[in-house]
């Protein structure tokens, strides 16, 4: 048995393994409880390592489950996939690494973070099967079993953002969370219903090998497409959001922006594979372009004026998807002009999923460093702290990187998605890149504000016995510190062997379909 | 090995940028080692400079708080502030209101 050909099923096996495991060895104590937690996220980080190998080597990895082999899509006389088929390319294996790597950096952070909590083996139940709604959403190629993950990770969501039930606060972002999640998720069910109902197909690759621009269809993706918007935290259907990620604790909070980006995932895998020539239009694109813009500046905006760290934070992830979405947008708008393409299409989608890899970095690392300030200090209120930077030089230092990373200084990383964005969203109009520019200037003045408020200043004597945090929490925040600046110092080697083979992964309708249907049909 | 990006319309090398950041970081670590030694410790000479006054015990009281910073900015786009801080009423009706608005006019411009 060859263990990679088994790989998808592993990176699912691995953390659904581990949130049964967790109650029942939440008992034997604290160490065998974290042990547990970084043991399963560290493994799940190493096995999508080998499936992004495995895929950037030998092409687009499909796994059949239940089925009398795991590699065949079709069987005899069969015209149509009816089994659930994981269809992992360049793309979607890039997605996992992604998420893997903010679920490993969480799992450590929550070691010692989440001392203060009881019910720990709940949360690491929790916490498990969130992240394996994220990577269900991320490999499966069919869309009820997308539906489930989806439905798994919002359930697991609505768990953990409440964990902290003491506070009213958690519980009602948690209902609120659940409300929009629930409302929404009915609405992609009604959709992958419809298309179901009228193509007897529930595979991804299958459906957009059949699928023709009609009304049903126009319909559904539009369903599909608020659904999944709102799931990523787009303008205006982010206001959910901020809340959630305030609320729930930092290492979830850490772990919500990479599930965030299995929305947006799901959002171009819809528009890129299912739907890709079959578009209809420039609407679509166009409409993911005007969300971008107006996620980007008006997330920006109430960003600048909170002064409560998280939800400030928050807020700036709605801003930073808004880049994705012009980015992917513009990609999308010169999808069958070959031409566009070339000249600045592949480039914007590019630097879009430059910048999912960036985003979820970055951000999840300040959400780290603000859950670090809020376990020394009790605070996330800005008005109340100040002077941490001599108490906590390392949380410091990489509150910076990750500060001066989003905010787009050069020669961080979040520089050099965004230069790809800009450059790109220019060529189809001037005004797009200057709302970009702008967002960008407000986001350094946003964090100058974060930084100057919480860590420069003169000490404050409620601060006197604050520590550094616990080394186990540092190392959660130096994985990703790690990340952004692998991502920094070598720009080029990220853009060739993680970026560029998941722009074309994404872009290749006809591969993708052909993984799973062959020459059929 | 730290490679050049080319974006199609130009090129981003990061390498120049960390020479130059080096030289910078090399140039403030001398105009640092210029400064005077020979100033007595636990005399008015170490003792901050807050124009002329008193500086106070608790570092509170002599920041600026969150809340009042970019006081101006937010004075001059108060009308803006007013209408998009009242779209985020944080009730569940007004969110699903929200998804549910969008939802229905991109179903509406789509089918035109």
Request: with cysteine; aromatic share 10%.
């Given at each position: 048995m060859n263990w990679n050909d088994h790989l998808p099923a592993l990176l699912l096996a691995i953390p659904l393994f581990g949130a049964f495991v967790a109650p029942v060895a939440s008992p034997f104590g604290r160490t065998t409880r974290n042990a547990l937690l970084a043991s399963f996220s560290f493994l799940t980080l190493l096995v999508s390592l080998f499936l992004l190998r495995h895929t950037l080597t030998n092409g687009i990895a499909v796994y059949v489950m239940g089925g009398e082999s795991f590699d065949l899509t079709l069987p005899l006389g069969m015209k149509l996939p009816v089994r659930i088929i994981m269809e992992v390319d360049a793309f979607s294996a890039f997605m996992a690494v992604c998420g893997s790597i903010a679920s490993f950096a969480g799992a450590l952070f929550s070691m010692n973070y989440m001392e203060k909590f009881t019910g720990l083996g709940r949360f690491v139940s929790l916490y498990f099967l969130l992240t394996v709604g994220m990577l269900g959403m991320m490999i499966t190629g069919d869309m009820f079993n997308f539906f489930v993950f989806l439905e798994i990770s919002s359930i697991a969501s609505i768990g953990l953002i409440a964990f902290w039930r003491d506070r009213p606060e958690a519980v009602e972002a948690s209902i609120k969370y659940m409300l929009i999640s629930q409302v929404s998720s009915m609405v992609f069910l009604i959709a992958a219903g419809a298309l179901y109902g009228k193509y007897?197909?529930?595979?991804?690759?299958?459906?957009?090998?059949?699928?023709?621009?009609?009304?049903?269809?126009?319909?559904?993706?539009?369903?599909?497409?608020?659904?999944?918007?709102?799931?990523?935290?787009?303008?205006?259907?982010?206001?959910?959001?901020?809340?959630?990620?305030?609320?729930?604790?930092?290492?979830?909070?850490?772990?919500?922006?990479?599930?965030?980006?299995?929305?947006?995932?799901?959002?171009?895998?819809?528009?890129?594979?299912?739907?890709?020539?079959?578009?209809?239009?420039?609407?679509?694109?166009?409409?993911?372009?005007?969300?971008?813009?107006?996620?980007?500046?008006?997330?920006?905006?109430?960003?600048?004026?909170?002064?409560?760290?998280?939800?400030?934070?928050g807020y700036h992830s709605v801003s930073q998807v808004g880049y994705m979405l012009l980015g992917l947008g513009v990609g999308m708008l010169v999808l069958t002009d070959a031409r566009g393409m070339a000249e600045y299409g592949f480039t914007a989608i590019k630097g879009g999923i430059f910048h999912i890899f960036n985003y979820t970095m970055y951000k999840a690392l300040l959400f780290l460093a603000a859950g670090a300030v809020y376990y020394t200090t009790g605070k996330r209120d800005l008005n109340e702290l100040g002077g941490l930077a001599r108490r906590m030089p390392f949380t410091t230092g990489m509150f910076v990187i990750a500060a001066a990373a989003i905010s787009g200084l050069p020669p961080f990383n979040g520089f050099v998605s965004k230069l790809l964005i800009y450059e790109s969203a220019f060529a189809v109009h001037p005004a797009l890149t200057v709302v970009a520019l702008v967002t960008s200037v407000l986001t350094l003045a946003s964090f100058v504000k974060v930084f100057q408020t919480a860590f420069l200043g003169p000490e404050r004597s409620a601060f006197a016995t604050v520590r550094e945090v616990p080394t186990a929490m540092l190392f959660g925040m130096g994985v990703l510190t790690l990340a952004v600046l692998v991502a920094t110092l070598f720009p080029s080697w990220t853009l060739s062997y993680l970026v560029e083979p998941a722009a074309r992964a994404l872009v290749d309708q006809a591969g993708y379909v052909g993984a799973v249907m062959g020459g059929g049909l | 090995m730290l490679g050049t990006v080319y974006t199609g319309f130009g090129y981003w090398d990061v390498s120049s940028w960390i020479a130059f950041f080096t030289i910078a970081a090399a140039l403030v670590l001398w105009l640092r080692a210029q400064g005077r030694e020979d100033y007595k410790e636990g005399t008015e000479q170490d003792e901050i400079y807050w124009s002329g006054n008193v500086v106070p015990e608790e570092g509170a009281e002599i920041t600026v708080p969150a809340s009042s910073a970019y006081w101006g900015f937010r004075k001059a786009m108060a009308p803006f502030y007013k209408i998009l801080t009242g779209m985020h009423t944080g009730i569940g009706t007004d969110i699903v209101g929200y998804y549910v608005v969008v939802v229905a006019l991109l179903a509406v411009f789509i089918l035109l």
């Open positions: 007897n197909v529930l595979n991804m690759a299958a459906m957009g090998a059949l699928i023709k621009p009609g009304t049903l269809e126009k319909l559904a993706l539009v369903f599909l497409v608020g659904t999944l918007a709102m799931k990523c935290g787009a303008f205006p259907l982010h206001m959910w959001l901020p809340d959630a990620y305030a609320e729930a604790p930092s290492g979830v909070s850490c772990l919500l922006v990479a599930v965030s980006q299995a929305s947006l995932y799901g959002l171009m895998r819809v528009c890129f594979s299912l739907y890709g020539v079959n578009l209809g239009g420039a609407f679509i694109p166009w409409a993911m372009i005007v969300m971008g813009l107006s996620s980007m500046f008006f997330g920006v905006a109430m960003a600048v004026v909170q002064h409560d760290i998280k939800r400030l934070i | -």
